[in-house]
T-cell receptor, first 113, second 113 residues
Framework: GEDVEQSLFLSVREGDSSVINCTYT??????LYWYKQEPGAGLQLLTY?????DMKQDQRLTVLLNKKDKHLSLRIADTQTGDSAIYFC?????????????FGRGTQLTVWP | DTAVSQTPKYLVTQMGNDKSIKCEQN?????MYWYKQDSKKFLKIMFS???????INETVPNRFSPKSPDKAHLNLHINSLELGDSAVYFC????????????FGPGTRLLVL
């Protein structure tokens, strides 16, 4: 299977920017995703980026993709306490005909007031 | 108007019992998945069905048997439950698979005593 790595914990102050990093191994990945999981809840799709893009911005979220280094990051501007959650990076297995998602272990983001 | 729903939300049972978890999606999607999230939040795919046909079957004990009565439903039956089956089980769906975003249900929290 594919390897998707993330750091496990990140703490920031409210109002600061958060940057969550992810590395992956499959150079042929087509789509890379960021999901958010709040305590006791399911996974919510935050954003995704296609592999031919370098950057995607969506309101407070900025996704950067460095294909050469196989590095993906999610930047959250003006982080709020409501952003506290686990953030999962995921990639699609391009060799699979039906979109097998490989997840990182998740980064627990804690936002301090 | 829940897109992907699961029942029950919580399930507490004794070792050795047989239990089922149900999943329904009202999005008209062709492909459905079951994922398992362990106590360390690691998410791993278990099964995938496309139009009621089993497509992905990861290395999962044969005590786990998915059943898809129609395109909108994918149920998971577990025989002879073991302590290690305690986890959160997520159902997901996607229109066609490879290039499409997966939408997740809220999860079923299974605790085996």
């Amino acid at each position: 299977g594919e390897d998707v790595e993330q750091s496990l914990f990140l703490s920031v102050r409210e109002g600061d920017s958060s940057v969550i990093n992810c590395t992956y191994t499959d150079s042929s990945s087509t789509y890379l995703y960021w999901y958010k999981q709040e305590p006791g809840a399911g996974l919510q799709l935050l954003t995704y980026i296609f592999s031919n893009m370098d950057m995607k911005q969506d309101q407070r979220l900025t996704v950067l993709l460095n294909k050469k280094d196989k590095h993906l990051s999610l930047r959250i501007a003006d982080t709020q306490t409501g952003d506290s959650a686990i953030y999962f990076c995921a990639e699609v297995d391009r060799g699979s005909t039906l979109g097998r998602l490989y997840f990182g272990r998740g980064t627990q983001l804690t936002v301090w007031p | 108007d829940t897109a992907v729903s699961q029942t029950p939300k919580y399930l507490v049972t004794q070792m050795g019992n047989d239990k089922s978890i149900k999943c329904e999606q009202n999005l008209g999607h062709d492909t459905m998945y079951w994922y398992k999230q362990d106590s360390k939040k690691f998410l791993k795919i278990m099964f995938s069905y496309n139009n009621k046909e089993l497509i992905i079957n990861e290395t999962v004990p044969n005590r786990f048997s998915p059943k898809s009565p129609d395109k909108a439903h994918l149920n998971l039956h577990i025989n002879s439950l073991e302590l290690g089956d305690s986890a959160v089980y997520f159902c997901a769906s996607t229109p066609t698979g490879l290039r499409e975003t997966q939408y997740f249900g809220p999860g079923t929290r299974l605790l085996v005593l």
